[in-house]
Nanobody, 122 residues
Framework: QVQLVESGGGLVDSGGSLRLSCAASGRILSIRAMGWYRQAPGEQRELVAY???????NYADSVKGRFTISVDNTKNTVYLQMNSLKPEDTAVYSC????????????????WGQGTQVTVSS
């Protein structure tokens, strides 16, 4: 199977930056698409950014121009560079594989990492 492990969260002042990483391990042939989502207390989970294997990206309006999603296929790792952070960016950030191709027979895996807390102080 596949595991996703996020890292890079923490506490940062408003206006600061953080880079989140999501490392995929296990049976991986290729990553078709990955996304970063976030969930603040009392709120629904929302899509932050999404990237496909051909490099297409999509961002939530609230983070456009501040966040950048990228992927290193040699490391099976997806990154989320977050700049100009605001207190309203505070949330648990989780990555989602949608999907990862595991074998040449086309079998795929979709799932979530455990999440990493991002807290932006005002």
């Amino acid at each position: 199977q596949v595991q996703l492990v996020e890292s890079g969260g923490g506490l940062v002042d408003s206006g600061g930056s953080l880079r989140l990483s999501c490392a995929a391990s296990g049976r991986i042939l290729s990553i078709r698409a990955m996304g970063w989502y976030r969930q603040a207390p009392g709120e629904q989970r929302e899509l932050v950014a999404y990237i496909t294997s051909d490099g297409r990206t999509n961002y939530a309006d609230s983070v456009k121009g501040r966040f950048t999603i990228s992927v290193d296929n040699t490391k099976n790792t997806v990154y989320l560079q977050m700049n100009s952070l605001k207190p309203e960016d505070t949330a648990v950030y989780s990555c989602n594989a949608d999907p990862i191709v595991m074998d040449a027979d086309g079998s795929t895996w979709s799932g979530w990492g455990q999440g990493t807390q991002v807290t932006v102080s005002s």
